[in-house]
């Protein structure tokens, strides 16, 4: 990301957005769940690492929301806001040969935290009326302050690095992201139905389906990549997703 004093602010508001929704989250918290909270890390891990290279951004998806809503809807808001930063880190996490970026770790930490926290937040409240909304309906809600937690922070970060337009710039995040979106809410319903019967060991069942989304969809966005012109490439931002 460019060191423009901008990008630092919006870096900063990110940071103190994170911890003042993760702590009011955790005031909240629910009793601990270590067997499940240990499996959702470790898979929320390595999953983190299996990324997908978004053509037209300088930056990558993984396929670890599944895991990460399995922690906000499965266990308290202090573990799953500590598997999302953690899955954060290891997905940001450079290679051998790369450099290391702090500013862009701590901004993808802090969105990370700060989604979770609210996600969290929506799954465990008690407005009126909750009690005739089915589960299917509350995980929606739950799903779409994830998605909006992540878009909407990135979409500032390139506008202000790059100066695009603010809306085309989500619209264009948000067009390639939200099936993917779709598809874990409804991978997190299915395991959770399963877990009902099998306990926490039915959260393994998704990694295998996980892995072949992400063949799916690097083979998908590597040929969408190959059409992009070059200038479309060069103005990329970068900012990780």
């Given amino acids: 990301m460019k060191r423009t004093r901008q990008t630092?602010?919006?870096?900063?508001?990110?940071?103190?957005?994170?911890?003042?929704?993760?702590?009011?989250?955790?005031?909240?918290?629910?009793?601990?769940?270590?067997?499940?909270?240990?499996?959702?890390?470790?898979?929320?891990?390595?999953?983190?690492?299996?990324?997908?290279?978004?053509?037209?951004?300088?930056?990558?998806?993984?396929?670890?929301l599944?895991?990460?809503?399995?922690?906000?809807?499965?266990?308290?808001?202090?573990?799953?806001?500590?598997i999302a930063c953690i899955a954060a880190m290891v997905q940001c996490w450079p290679k051998f040969d790369s450099k290391f970026k702090p500013q862009q770790m701590l901004f993808n930490?802090?969105?990370?935290?700060?989604?979770?926290?609210?996600?969290?937040l929506i799954w465990n409240a008690?407005?009126?009326?909750?009690?005739w909304l089915s589960?299917?309906?509350?995980?929606?809600?739950?799903?779409?302050?994830?998605?909006?937690?992540?878009?909407?922070?990135?979409?500032?970060?390139?506008?202000?690095?790059?100066?695009?337009?603010?809306?085309?710039v989500w619209l264009g995040i948000a067009q390639l992201s939200f099936p993917y979106f779709v598809l874990s809410a409804g991978m997190t319903s299915m395991v959770n139905v399963t877990g009902r019967h099998l306990g926490w060991p039915a959260a393994l069942l998704a990694f295998p389906v996980m892995y072949g989304v992400y063949r799916s969809y690097g083979l998908y966005f590597g040929k969408a990549g190959a059409g992009l012109s070059a200038p479309a490439m060069s103005r990329a931002a970068n900012a990780g997703i």
């Avoid at 930490?109 to 969290?120: C, D, E, G, I, L």
């Fill in 8 to 64: 630092q602010m919006f870096i900063a508001l990110t940071v103190l957005a994170a911890m003042a929704s993760s702590l009011y989250a955790s005031f909240a918290s629910h009793t601990l769940h270590a067997s499940y909270g240990l499996t959702l890390l470790a898979l929320a891990a390595v999953t983190s690492r299996l990324k997908v290279k978004l053509p037209g951004i300088d930056g990558n998806m993984s396929v670890n």
């Fill in 66 to 82: 599944p895991f990460l809503l399995m922690a906000v809807v499965n266990l308290s808001a202090l573990e799953a806001i500590v």
């Fill in 109 to 120: 930490v802090s969105m990370m935290a700060f989604a979770t926290s609210v996600a969290n």
């Fill in 126 to 131: 008690s407005w009126p009326g909750k009690a």
């Fill in 135 to 168: 589960e299917s309906v509350t995980l929606a809600s739950a799903t779409a302050a994830f998605f909006l937690g992540q878009t909407a922070p990135v979409a500032g970060i390139i506008k202000l690095a790059e100066g695009a337009a603010l809306r085309r």
